[in-house]
């Protein structure tokens, strides 16, 4: 006679998903108000989770409770596992009903993603698309510490967990004042390297993006406003104080409209890659993937 050992399964999702909230918010009590449980059913289930495991998976500091190296084998492995459970009930649904968690470079969430997401949920009315926009650095930070699925960027900076895949192009424009000294005719390298400039924060995949292009082929750049904001430059910009350098597909409605000119220069064309951001270790789930296809204009 064969002996079956016991085999039954300790940890259930419910605990699981405590956890990749507790990771995320760094307390019980962020974690209960995320996933709408109480704080003491959060902390019981987390309890269960690290005594089926044999293991804690929080240092505690204070009354933070941060990842220690057993939290961190485990959240990505437990965040597939939620994802999974997740789209065996779309199967059932015929819906995506996992929520999916973006983050997006300004130039891409301002400009770019807006009508894609509409697009998105239009065609998948019980999807949600919770999307964060931040600077380049931030997109890849939080996608190599995922607090989100995918990432949108712009520039060229990457990380040892993150792979990038090429999306689509952009192009940088100049742009200036309808009444600036240098709109109407080609500027030369001199008179842009003479002028005074409104440009991103050095974080930013457009501020990166200008340096590389323009400290080509200028020896100086005479910055003298450094914004977070696209919106803000183009006001700037707008109201004489300097020229900026942008995006295209952020200034082409202003550019139309006559609010702001693109200087013609005898500099080269600058294009640029925008690419998705996605976790080396974090295979993606259906609506991930198939939100990736509907942003390249596939069909899932």
């Given at each position: 006679?064969?002996?079956?050992s016991?085999?039954?399964?300790?940890?259930?999702?419910?605990?699981?998903?405590?956890?990749v909230?507790?990771?995320?918010?760094?307390?019980?009590?962020?974690?209960?108000?995320?996933?709408?449980?109480?704080?003491?059913?959060?902390?019981?289930?987390?309890?269960?989770?690290e005594?089926?495991?044999?293991?804690?998976?929080?240092?505690?500091?204070?009354?933070?409770?941060?990842?220690?190296?057993?939290?961190?084998?485990?959240?990505?492995?437990?965040?597939?596992?939620?994802?999974?459970?997740?789209?065996l009930?779309?199967?059932?649904?015929?819906?995506?009903?996992?929520?999916?968690?973006?983050?997006?470079?300004?130039?891409?969430?301002?400009?770019?993603?807006?009508?894609?997401?509409?697009?998105?949920?239009?065609?998948?009315?019980?999807?949600?698309?919770?999307?964060?926009?931040?600077?380049?650095?931030?997109?890849?930070?939080a996608?190599?510490?995922f607090?989100?699925?995918?990432?949108?960027?712009?520039?060229?900076?990457?990380?040892?967990?993150?792979?990038?895949?090429?999306?689509?192009?952009?192009?940088l424009?100049?742009?200036?004042?309808?009444?600036?000294?240098?709109?109407?005719?080609?500027?030369?390298?001199?008179?842009?390297?003479d002028?005074?400039?409104?440009?991103?924060?050095?974080?930013?995949?457009?501020?990166?993006a200008?340096?590389?292009?323009?400290?080509?082929?200028?020896d100086?750049?005479?910055?003298?406003?450094?914004?977070?904001?696209?919106?803000a430059?183009?006001?700037l910009?707008?109201?004489?104080?300097?020229?900026?350098?942008?995006?295209?597909?952020?200034?082409?409605?202003?550019?139309?409209?006559?609010?702001?000119?693109?200087?013609?220069?005898?500099l080269?064309?600058?294009e640029?890659?925008?690419?998705?951001?996605?976790?080396r270790?974090?295979?993606?789930?259906?609506?991930?993937?198939?939100?990736i296809?509907?942003?390249?204009?596939?069909?899932?």
């Amino acid at each position: 006679m064969i002996e079956k050992s016991d085999q039954r399964l300790r940890m259930n999702l419910r605990q699981l998903e405590v956890f990749v909230a507790t990771a995320h918010e760094g307390t019980t009590r962020g974690a209960a108000d995320r996933i709408a449980r109480s704080q003491s059913a959060a902390s019981a289930a987390l309890a269960e989770l690290e005594a089926v495991l044999g293991a804690a998976l929080f240092d505690r500091v204070g009354r933070r409770l941060l990842l220690n190296e057993n939290g961190r084998a485990l959240l990505p492995r437990a965040r597939v596992l939620l994802e999974q459970a997740a789209e065996l009930q779309e199967l059932f649904s015929g819906a995506h009903a996992a929520p999916l968690h973006v983050a997006a470079s300004f130039t891409i969430g301002e400009y770019l993603l807006p009508g894609l997401v509409a697009e998105w949920t239009r065609a998948h009315p019980h999807s949600r698309v919770r999307l964060r926009i931040a600077n380049t650095s931030e997109v890849i930070d939080a996608v190599a510490g995922f607090a989100v699925d995918l990432g949108f960027i712009e520039g060229p900076q990457t990380h040892p967990d993150v792979v990038l895949r090429p999306w689509r192009s952009d192009e940088l424009v100049i742009v200036a004042a309808p009444d600036h000294a240098l709109a109407g005719r080609p500027a030369t390298t001199r008179q842009l390297a003479d002028a005074t400039w409104v440009l991103r924060e050095p974080e930013s995949g457009t501020r990166q993006a200008t340096d590389s292009w323009l400290l080509a082929h200028l020896d100086r750049l005479d910055v003298a406003f450094e914004l977070g904001s696209t919106e803000a430059i183009k006001r700037l910009v707008a109201a004489g104080a300097g020229l900026g350098c942008l995006s295209r597909q952020a200034v082409a409605q202003t550019l139309a409209e006559g609010g702001l000119v693109e200087l013609k220069t005898r500099l080269p064309v600058a294009e640029r890659r925008l690419a998705v951001a996605t976790h080396r270790h974090r295979p993606l789930g259906r609506t991930a993937t198939d939100f990736i296809a509907h942003c390249t204009g596939a069909v899932a």
